[in-house]
């Protein structure tokens, strides 16, 4: 199930984070392998590329956390891989928490389901 998350990035996040290449929806979590964050858009992925600190500092802050606990969404630590990733709309800064198996097929069709 997709949950809107009810904060947006910050203008100009994705291109800080690392990610350049475009598209629409885009997808950030957390891999254990290596600790590092990531990014997904559908065609291309990358973990190890990103800034880590930037991806943290936005999960991180007081309401955010508060929102992904009270939701159960999990997005991968140092320990264990993500249960779920954000979906982010490159276009506004939207965002949107779904499991990992949702979120792929979100940026593989680039469509948010009906």
Same mark, same amino acid.
């Given at each position: 199930?997709?949950?809107?998350?009810?904060?947006?990035?910050?203008?100009?996040?994705?291109?800080?984070? !690392?990610?350049?290449?475009? &598209?629409?929806?885009?997808?950030?979590?957390?891999?254990?392998? !290596?600790?590092?964050?990531?990014?997904?858009? !559908?065609?291309?992925?990358?973990?190890?590329?990103?800034?880590? /600190?930037?991806?943290?500092?936005?999960?991180?802050?007081?309401?955010?956390? &508060? /929102?992904?606990?009270?939701?159960?969404?999990?997005? !991968?630590?140092?320990?264990?891989?993500?249960?779920? /990733?954000?979906?982010?709309?490159? &276009?506004?800064?939207?965002?949107?928490?779904?499991?990992?198996?949702?979120?792929?097929?979100?940026? &593989?069709?680039?469509?948010?389901?009906?």
């Amino acid at each position: 199930m997709t949950h809107t998350v009810p904060f947006r990035l910050p203008p100009a996040f994705l291109a800080a984070f !690392g990610y350049r290449a475009g &598209r629409r929806f885009v997808a950030l979590y957390w891999e254990p392998s !290596g600790d590092e964050a990531c990014y997904h858009d !559908g065609l291309s992925y990358a973990c190890g590329l990103s800034d880590n /600190w930037l991806f943290l500092d936005f999960v991180r802050q007081t309401d955010m956390r &508060r /929102w992904l606990e009270e939701n159960g969404v999990h997005l !991968g630590n140092s320990d264990e891989p993500a249960r779920h /990733w954000l979906v982010v709309e490159s &276009r506004t800064g939207e965002v949107h928490a779904a499991p990992c198996r949702e979120a792929l097929a979100i940026i &593989r069709r680039q469509q948010l389901p009906e």
